[in-house]
């Protein structure tokens, strides 16, 4: 087995703006998407429609107000390239596109420079990997869609520098999934089409991680034999929030010999990630900053307009809508209100140990009535 915690070559820790403050590094971003030649398309439309100058006036993250709530729908229906700073799209090769999988409506999309998904969605979760003696070497199983969806063009890439081969994969499309009814025969019949796939796999190789969804891990765990899940060294979770209770069977009863690592963003912001174990089985994610920020603001019942909440931070331990800013030179989303609730943490001993200054979220999960909105499944 590897050792990953002597490995030190970490690609974020050269980025540019690996070690700076949010209010260091914003500027910029915003250089470069509203630069009148070389920038952005649609912040270019946006400054415009607002009667502002961006590179005046947005100094700090405080002032991406100014910008008002991110139109996700905007997403949706302009092309990828209006969102791409000129710069590259001169550059194309580079860019690495990943799509949503339409959770809250229509797929949005987004594009990454390579350097910056390779980034967001591997180094990150190898580092914290080494440090969290997650096993290195052994063979991967990864449940989950490829296609458009990021965490499939990402999964190989994780597998790889944690010294595994290429994942056993089994796919499956979320879209798809998110069509059926729950406890449908249609969607009953999906799942135990992926859980046969998957099933095949485990009694005929050796797997040592298992990389997943909750519902679909705890579907697997009721199939799998004794034998098999104490010899699962590594658990990783993706795709959807899991809560305390899940977590802690899982870690109990389900795989107890496995090292559990979850994760916590999406497609268009990247990964914050479970730093450390915590002796309670609180979820405490933290991102990789300043490139990805999440802020945790009021909610005030949703009446007021997104525009006078941005401003309204709350408190250390209290709880609110997520907000996520990504700060990318290739892509850049501010002031997106997340669909999830979640108590806003400050940086732990060991997540400042590892680089983090900025804050985390603790326990996200659906808002009030936005379970209803929001077509989950699988995925």
């Known amino acids: 087995m590897l050792n ?40 270019l439309n946006k400054e415009k429609e607002l009667g502002i100058n961006a590179i005046k006036e947005i100094k700090t993250l405080d002032d991406l107000k100014i910008l008002g709530p991110m139109c996700e729908d905007d997403l949706r229906k302009y092309p990828i390239e209006h969102f791409i700073p000129k710069f590259y799209l001169n550059q194309k090769t580079s860019l690495v596109l990943g799509e949503t999988a339409g959770t809250t409506g229509r797929p949005k999309v987004t594009a990454y420079r390579r350097d910056e998904f390779l980034t967001a969605f591997v180094d990150w979760f190898v580092y914290i990997a080494g ?43 979320p879209r798809w999934a998110k069509k059926l009814q729950p406890e449908s025969i249609g969607s009953k019949r999906y799942l135990e089409h992926v859980l046969e796939q998957a099933l095949d796999i485990i009694e005929t190789q050796e797997i040592d991680v298992l990389y997943t969804t909750p519902p679909v891990l705890d579907a697997l765990a009721m199939r799998m034999s004794a034998q098999k899940r104490m010899g699962i060294k590594g658990v990783h979770y993706g795709g959807i929030s899991i809560g305390k209770d899940a977590y802690k069977r899982f870690k109990e009863e389900n ?81 997106m209100f997340e669909r999830d609730k979640a108590v806003r943490i400050p940086p732990t001993s060991t997540a400042i140990e590892y680089g983090i200054t900025q804050d985390g979220v603790r326990n996200p999960t659906l808002l009030k009535n936005n379970d209803k909105l929001v077509k989950t499944g699988l995925y």
């Open 4 to 43: 990953l915690k002597r490995v030190d070559s970490f690609q974020f820790r050269n980025a540019k703006w690996f070690g700076l403050s949010p209010d260091e590094w914003l500027p910029v971003v915003i250089s470069i998407h509203f630069d009148p030649h070389h920038g952005s398309q649609y912040w």
């Open 131 to 173: 440090m969290r003696g997650f096993p290195a070497g052994g063979n991967w199983l990864w449940i989950g869609p490829g296609g458009p969806h990021i965490i499939g063009k990402a999964v190989g890439h994780v597998a790889n520098r944690m010294g595994s081969m290429d994942p056993f994969s089994i796919d499956f499309d």
């Open 255 to 335: 795989f107890p010999e496995a090292v559990h690592i979850s994760g916590y963003g999406n497609t268009l912001f990247g990964l914050c990630l479970e730093v450390e174990e915590s002796s309670v089985y609180d979820l405490d994610y933290f991102p990789l900053g300043p490139r990805m920020i999440v802020q945790v603001v009021s909610t005030d019942d949703g009446h007021k307009p997104g525009y006078e909440r941005l401003s309204k931070t709350v408190d250390y331990e209290e709880e609110g809508q997520v907000v996520f800013h990504r700060l990318d030179e290739s892509f850049f989303i501010p002031n």
